[in-house]
């Protein structure tokens, strides 16, 4: 029989865990396996139990690495990989200087493509193997996007970013010709192996009412499909929709009139929000994303996460590149952490693990198919070595508990902890693009 066996430490979620001491809450095995075939997780558990039922399999040994389900980014721009980190500015005066003429260079189909591979590669070489991706304007983009998480068996989900308005024209559509666009990516993405389709109005600033009713439309028609957007990111940003939308009574308010929120819209940001806001959230099962190292790095503001959770609301969580500055969801738990302690919340390590890979699965309604090593789920993996660097070694000198070695890897650790990434069991680090 064919399929490869992977031995390392095994350590996998069953639910969120409560607290830092909740040991029902995952499984750790410091001798462990993953039986992977035909691009699927056939049994794991003890090295010697797998062992038994494997065939034959080939042995791949990470011995002492850990192997955990791959990371899930809840939230990035493809086409925004060439400015991450662009001087100076707060949103508006960001989209308009840098990421608007980025975007416009995804109108063509060889530029999109070459920077659609060099996308999927970045994030499988930080371990990430699913992610909620906006696209530009363009069709190529969009195009450009799922052939190329499709050339490479990825579980991804993307949609082409809807913008009839407030942006140069290089970026602009049209209500109906965004309307048309997402329509037939949908027929040819959504569901077609291992892609899903978001509808994506980027946000109600660069949205007409006419736009907005399209992409109401077309989630009324695919209601399976995704929904990703921008909320409350930013004060000007906020009230400049105001002006826009002077009826609604308040910012999410726009998209509910629309029919875009639902247990599938994926709200970007979500930092200032009303209580009616939150109540609404609450009530329709949207998901809030948090972004940390973007909303650090365009002074945005603080996540409130403990407060939407104490409201029933399961949030994302995410890298937001090219506002974020990395693509690692270890460096994005860092700056997360940060965020909650300027707010006196805290966020444990095995809560930190548990988001970025079954948490963001359950947002995304995806856990029967990823962010665990349950049999049965797509062999999407990622194999961690805490004592990366000389640094993250000496610490791990002195981690008792695996608690203790997770939390300093969640802190110190970025892609030189990333051993391997595979993905439907295949490895894809140290191949060629
Ligand atoms: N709001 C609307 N578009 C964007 C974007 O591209 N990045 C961020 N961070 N916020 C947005
Ligand atoms: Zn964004």
Known sequence: MTGTLLRGRLFTFHHEPADGEDTDAYSYIADGAILMRDGLIVASGEYTDVAAVSDGAKVTDHRPHLLMAGFID??????????????????????????????????NAQHARAMAGQFCTLLTD????????????HKASAEAFFSEAADRNMRMI?????????????????????????????????????TSYAITPRFAITSTPEQLEMAGALAAEHPDCYIQTHLSENHDEIAFTAELYPDARDYL?????????????????????????IDAISQTGAHPVFCPTSNLFLGSGLFDDAGLRACGITNGIATDIGAGTSYCMLQTLNEGYKILQLQDQKLHALRAF????????????????????D???????????????????????????????????????????????????????????
């Open 74 to 107: 809840a939230h990035i721009h493809f086409p925004q990989i060439q400015i991450v980190a662009s001087w100076g500015s707060q949103l508006l005066d960001w989209l308009n200087g840098y990421t608007f003429p980025a975007e416009a260079e995804y109108a």
């Open 126 to 137: 930080h371990g990430t193997t699913t992610a909620a991706a906006f696209c530009a304007s």
């Open 158 to 194: 993307g949609g082409q970013t809807m913008m009839d308005r407030n942006a140069p024209k290089t970026v602009l559509d049209t209500a109906q010709s965004s309307y048309d666009d997402s329509k037939a990516l949908i027929g040819k993405w959504h569901g077609t192996g291992r």
């Open 253 to 277: 308010d726009i998209y509910e009139g629309y029919g875009l929120v639902g247990s599938r819209t994926l709200l970007g940001h979500a930092i200032h929000l009303k209580k009616r806001e």
């Open 354 to 373: 548990h988001w970025i890979t079954r948490g963001n699965a359950e947002v995304l309604g995806l856990v029967d198919k990823i962010g665990t090593l």
């Open 375 to 433: 049999a049965g789920t797509e062999a999407d993996i990622v194999v961690l070595n805490p004592r990366a660097t000389p640094a993250m070694a000496l610490r791990m000198d002195r981690a008792e508990t695996l608690a203790e070695e997770l939390f300093a890897l969640q802190m110190m650790g970025d892609d030189r902890a990333i051993v391997q990434t595979y993905v439907a069991g295949q490895p894809q680090k140290g191949k060629p693009i």
